[in-house]
T-cell receptor
Framework: DAKTTQPPSMDCAEGRAANLPCNHS???????VYWYRQIHSQGPQYIIH???NNETNEMASLIITEDRKSSTLILPHATLRDTAVYYC???????????????FGSGTRLQVQP | NAGVTQTPKFQVLKTGQSMTLQCAQD?????MYWYRQDPGMGLRLIYY???????DKGEVPNGYNVSRLNKREFSLRLESAAPSQTSVYFC???????????FGSGTRLTVV
């Protein structure tokens, strides 16, 4: 699976959009981009995933560049409860080429400031 | 609907003792996973089970065994606990491949 690079930490003001970048320049055509977050010491929480089109759900939006070498997770109106470690993960999406479990890196620690 | 239930939530073991961490899910998910997370670190995969009756090693399987008892339950056993196994253990499930994981709340294990 392709390796990802994320900034170790970011700050965001409460009520503003939080834009979390992720670089995955070696991504393959059949690899999906996943985002998870971990609040304090809880179990990680699934946020969103996508292949090449932009995706949106009730939690966030995922913007993937046209060349798929990077992506941005957008939390449109960050709250204090969004303070967490955010993980960007790339995973092969084709079962025929081998099932892969998610591999978590060190993520980005987002601190939402009041 | 409890989702993914891990027991116990906390455990202190002495070096050399054995124990089994339990994970049960009520979502009828096919795949189940065991991860460990050391302080300040990301999660590392220990073992996983793609479906009932199958198990595979992950990144850090040494010192552990697993059992997929049925579709609902996936247990992790430490035969002879070592201080290096002090960690938080998370169980996760996935309905089908590429759907997204649901995690339990974790078991905090200390080996002294």
């Amino acid at each position: 699976d392709a390796k990802t690079t994320q900034p170790p930490s970011m700050d965001c003001a409460e009520g503003r959009a939080a834009n979390l970048p992720c670089n995955h320049s070696t991504i393959s055509g059949n690899e999906y981009v996943y985002w998870y977050r971990q609040i304090h010491s809880q179990g990680p929480q699934y946020i969103i995933h996508g292949l090449k089109n932009n995706e949106t759900n009730e939690m966030a939006s995922l913007i993937i560049t046209e060349d798929r070498k990077s992506s941005t997770l957008i939390l449109p109106h960050a709250t204090l409860r969004d303070t967490a470690v955010y993980y960007c993960i790339v995973r092969v999406g084709d079962m025929d080429t081998g099932r892969r479990a998610l591999t978590f890196g060190s993520g980005t620690r987002l601190q939402v400031q009041p | 609907n409890a989702g993914v239930t891990q027991t116990p939530k906390f455990q202190v073991l002495k070096t050399g003792q054995s124990m089994t961490l339990q994970c049960a899910q009520d979502m009828n998910h096919n795949s189940m996973y065991w991860y460990r997370q050391d302080p300040g670190m990301g999660l590392r995969l220990i073992y996983y089970s793609a479906s009932e009756g199958t198990t595979d090693k992950g990144e850090v399987p040494n010192g552990y065994n697993v059992s997929r008892l049925n579709k609902r339950e996936f247990s992790l056993r430490l035969e002879s606990a070592a201080p290096s196994q002090t960690s938080v253990y998370f169980c996760a499930t996935e309905r089908e491949y590429n759907y997204g994981y649901t995690f339990g709340s974790g078991t905090r294990l200390t080996v002294v």
